[in-house]
């Protein structure tokens, strides 16, 4: 009705004005409450006003999706402000999808694409705007360039007639036509107000919804490609007939408006009007057809949300993990690829809920296999963890309240004495306090002082994550609040526990260890896809790579190259003549060049797929660093490199790069036999000795396998060249030299010394020498040959026993509960940062917290007090001490 335009354009312009920068949900919230003040002032509007059904053009939105516009309503609503906004539009894109509309849509155009980075970006501005093309600055940070001020303003002005502008120090012609587009991919970006005055920022980014809509669309399109042919055939016949009666509407209203004299007499406007009356009709009649064929088939695509809210889930843990560390970075683009192949590659079924079951299920481990390659190993269990919590929440089988006390603790409503300080510490009595605030463990503090002695053997079992709970809790509480009980009294032990239920309510092959090799990666690579290593301290892939490319036939076609600064021009060189002729790079260190690696990324973009030889690859190898390219990260194959875990997997490395010929290479083969693998138990102890912390050394050392290398083939050279065994002279250049030259602190030096004493002596010659107390470490009989020698490390425990190391068992139980908690930091810096917890606030949560812990905090100290019991004396220095510190 022609009275309800006033409030509805009215809700639409605020829409377009305001709301922009805002998440789906949000603007939901405040445009209701706009309405509900148009209701309140009584200002005419339609019952349910929206902007797409306001300001939304169906022929318009058609061709946006067409051009790779979102479906979901977030999308629909952002093309639309863009439409009718009077500024400038900044898109917030960190998915990349508004970027590849804006490319597909302005393509036919001359779309203009720049990057503030790029050195003449002012010139191919100026161009843009001289002859009224559309432009797209892309990837920006938080900060626009100030030349950019004028255009972002529109400060146009009349010279001899014409409209300028003043770009710079030029001043140019400004066409009418000029159209200018700006996105970035920083997820959440923190604008100054005068940004957000000079244009109009738009969220692109993903909502779930959004995603599950887009995601619902493509697992329909590939597994009911007629129904989604007939719903896309059915939103262009829509168009079409909404486009025709509008045209009937423009040709009445031009004739009536054209008509002179009576219009009843005008022949020409009757037959119109017939004409329309009947199309008008037909269309109505069809119209009626298509709303019922689209529910139809919108019912048969609802059977299929399943799959769509799974995918979604995944989706979003792992966009979630680049706040863990900075190379987790996946694109939706490549996340799309394996949604689509797990529906082409899982297995098909008759019956439509299995077949939903089988592509859940593949999709979720395809997924979690692709992103484990590119994890380091502290990071898989949490992610396997991840996924299963936030599938499991979805079906609201864990309560929120629960999760945050596992994360993070809670805080204690009342202390109470701790009932048994013998063998529980005062931390964990106040950890099941905490847990008795949840309301299902509301008696879990009576029961534990009831049952005490249960829990205490719960306490000293060596696999208490495995033991019945005492009382009544075995039976009520499941396996997730199990976690929380075992969190209070053995946190060593909580990784154990959620690898159980990982493979309990996943499957067992989420926790199983993933083997990578290049060979995968490769596989998954193309000639315009890069291949990463995510480096950790001391590793080094170039080994493995040449051995790979000697495999592939390449190692004649393969240049390296190892970054730094300076060296930039010989690599963009290299990268040239290799695209041409189908060679291999290897650019090494990347994180020494961060200044290149804009012009890295700019070389990767403008790699043609049309023109590139097909045999073409590019290997990145690069520390974790912030300023490596995003771009490159999320559309690259990443592979993460680090040392092996655990004296048994560093034994299996060491010797798995040997071979017969050299282990009978020297002169005196048994000897040389017997302290290689002294050597190889040496190196894997000092690896390994980091994880004990200050226990292990004072400063954590990054040993390489380059150090052991170096000691194996002096090993080699001083038992030929001399005539006796030099133990001395092994032990100097083994500990002073080679792994003594990267220790810095004496006492670990001392250290280094005393461990290779037990590895460099003659009593290893014997092959009954035991390495450790229990003798699980021993020497085997020098006869064995390269296989015998890996059969006995294959039969050495998984987890290590910390008397190779000479420690106590006890020393595990530190190390096992940093990990615990270092996994638990790395969870909750997933978690959304604002959300309001249950009914309260963060702020108010916050304020419970700094409460519970003000009532634990002492009353302040009293100076004159102690000056009176302790006075300062000149031979009483310790007094002095104590003062200075009441002072601090």
């Not at 001043?171 to 970035?184: A, G, K, L, Q």
């Not at 088939?297 to 843990?317: G, H, K, S």
């Not at 655990?646 to 010797?655: P, R």
């Not at 007090?865 to 031979?875: D, Q, S, T």
Request: hydrophobic content about 40%; overall charge negative; glycine content about 6%.
């Amino acid at each position: 009705m022609l009275g309800n335009i006033s409030g509805d354009v009215l809700a639409a312009a605020g829409f377009v004005a305001y709301l922009g920068p805002f998440t789906g949900q949000y603007r939901t919230v405040l445009y209701n409450q706009w309405v509900k003040q148009l209701k309140r002032h009584k200002v005419p509007h339609t019952s349910e006003p929206t902007l797409i059904g306001t300001l939304g053009n169906p022929v318009n939105i058609r061709s946006w999706q067409i051009a790779g516009l979102p479906n979901d309503t977030l999308s629909v609503e952002n093309g639309v402000i863009n439409q009718f906004s009077q500024r400038w539009t900044h898109f917030i894109d960190p998915q990349g999808q508004a970027n590849k509309w804006i490319k597909n849509m302005e393509k036919d155009n001359g779309l203009d694409v720049f990057k503030l980075s790029d050195r003449d970006f002012l010139r191919s501005m100026e161009n843009a705007i001289r002859f009224g093309k559309p432009c797209l600055l892309e990837n920006v940070g938080e900060e626009l360039d100030p030349a950019l001020e004028p255009v972002l303003l529109k400060q146009t002005y009349k010279q001899q007639g014409n409209t300028v502008l003043k770009l710079g120090d030029t001043v140019i012609p400004y066409h009418e036509d000029f159209r200018m587009y700006i996105t970035t991919k920083l997820p959440n970006p923190h604008y100054t107000p005068e940004i957000s005055t000079k244009l109009t920022l738009i969220n692109f980014t993903l909502s779930p919804s959004g995603l599950e809509d887009q995601l619902l669309g493509q697992v329909v399109a590939e597994e009911r490609p007629d129904l989604e042919e007939a719903k896309n055939q059915l939103i262009v016949s829509n168009a079409k007939m909404r486009q025709e009666l509008k045209d009937i509407e423009d040709q009445i209203l031009y004739r009536l408006s054209s008509s002179e004299g009576n219009p009843v007499d005008d022949m020409e406007l009757i037959k119109v009007l017939e004409a329309s009356k009947m199309k008008a009709a037909e269309i109505q009649a069809k119209v009626r057809i298509a709303e019922q064929t689209e529910r139809d088939i919108d019912l048969t695509r609802m059977e299929y949300i399943p799959v769509a809210v799974r995918t979604q889930i995944l989706f979003f843990c792992v966009s979630d993990l680049a706040n863990v560390d900075p190379m987790y970075q996946y694109s939706l683009e490549w996340f799309l690829n394996i949604f689509r192949s797990g529906i082409a590659n899982s297995e098909r079924a008759d019956n439509l809920k299995k077949r939903i079951a089988n592509i859940n299920r593949y999709l979720t481990y395809n997924l979690y296999s692709n992103v484990c390659r590119s994890l380091f190993e502290k990071h898989k269990l949490m992610f396997a963890f991840l996924l299963c919590v936030r599938i499991m929440m979805n079906e609201d089988k864990i309560d929120q309240g629960e999760w945050r006390y596992l994360l993070s603790g809670g805080s204690i409503q009342l202390m109470t004495e701790n009932p048994a300080p013998d063998w529980l510490s005062d931390r964990a009595w106040r950890d099941i306090l905490a847990l008795s605030n949840l309301p299902a463990f509301s008696s879990f503090a009576q029961d534990f002082t009831k049952h005490l002695s249960e829990f205490q053997s719960i306490f000293d079992s060596l696999e208490p994550h495995r033991e019945p709970l005492p009382g009544i809790w075995n039976e009520y509480l499941d396996q997730f609040q199990k976690l929380l009980v075992l969190r209070c009294l053995r946190g060593d032990k909580v990784t154990n526990a959620m690898q159980d239920f990982v493979a309990t309510n996943l499957e067992p092959r989420f926790i199983e260890p993933q083997a990578a090799n290049l060979s995968v990666v490769f596989k998954d690579s193309s000639s315009t896809t890069p291949l990463i290593f995510v480096l950790s301290p001391g590793t080094d892939p170039a080994a493995d790579l040449y051995k790979f490319a000697e495999e592939m036939k390449f190692s004649k076609k393969l240049s390296a190259i190892s970054l730094g600064q300076g060296q930039g021009p010989r690599a963009e060189a290299m990268m040239h003549s290799s695209i041409e002729r189908g060679k291999w790079v290897f650019f090494q260190n990347c994180h020494l060049a961060p200044s290149w690696m804009p012009a890295l990324e700019r070389l990767i973009e403008h790699i043609n797929p049309d023109k590139v030889h097909r045999d073409f690859r590019l290997w990145l190898t690069s520390l974790p660093s912030n300023k490596f390219p995003v771009s490159i990260l999320q559309n690259g194959s990443k592979m993460t490199i680090e040392p092996p875990r655990g004296v048994k997997a560093n034994l299996l490395k060491s010797y798995s790069s040997l071979s017969d010929d050299f282990l009978n290479s020297c002169h005196k083969v048994m000897e040389f036999k017997s302290l290689l693998l002294s050597l190889c138990l040496f190196h894997g102890n000092a690896l390994e000795r980091r994880k004990f912390g200050a226990l292990g050394f004072n400063i954590p050392y990054e040993f390489t396998d380059g150090d052991l290398r170096i000691c194996i083939s002096q090993l080699k050279m001083f038992l030929d060249e001399y005539e006796d065994i030099p133990y001395k002279v092994l032990k100097y250049t083994a500990g002073e030299i080679n792994y003594g030259g990267r220790v810095t602190d004496d006492w670990d030096r001392r250290c280094v010394m005393n461990i290779l004493e037990d590895y460099y002596n003659p009593s290893v010659l014997h092959h009954e020498h035991s390495y450790s107390a229990s003798g699980v470490y021993h020497q085997i009989q020098p006869t064995y040959d390269l296989n015998g020698y890996l059969s006995y490390i294959k039969g050495l425990p998984l987890n290590d026993m910390p008397e190779i190391f000479g420690l106590h068992d006890n020393a595990n139980i530190t190390f096992a509960q940093n990990e615990t908690y270092a996994l638990f930091g790395a969870i909750i810096q997933l978690q959304p940062k604002s959300s309001s917890m249950g009914s309260l606030g963060r702020e108010e949560i916050v304020e419970d917290v700094a409460h519970n812990v003000l009532l634990q905090v002492p009353e302040p100290i009293n100076l004159q007090m102690v000056v009176a019991k302790y006075p300062v004396l000149y031979e009483e220095s310790m007094n002095t001490v104590l003062v200075q510190e009441v002072i601090r």
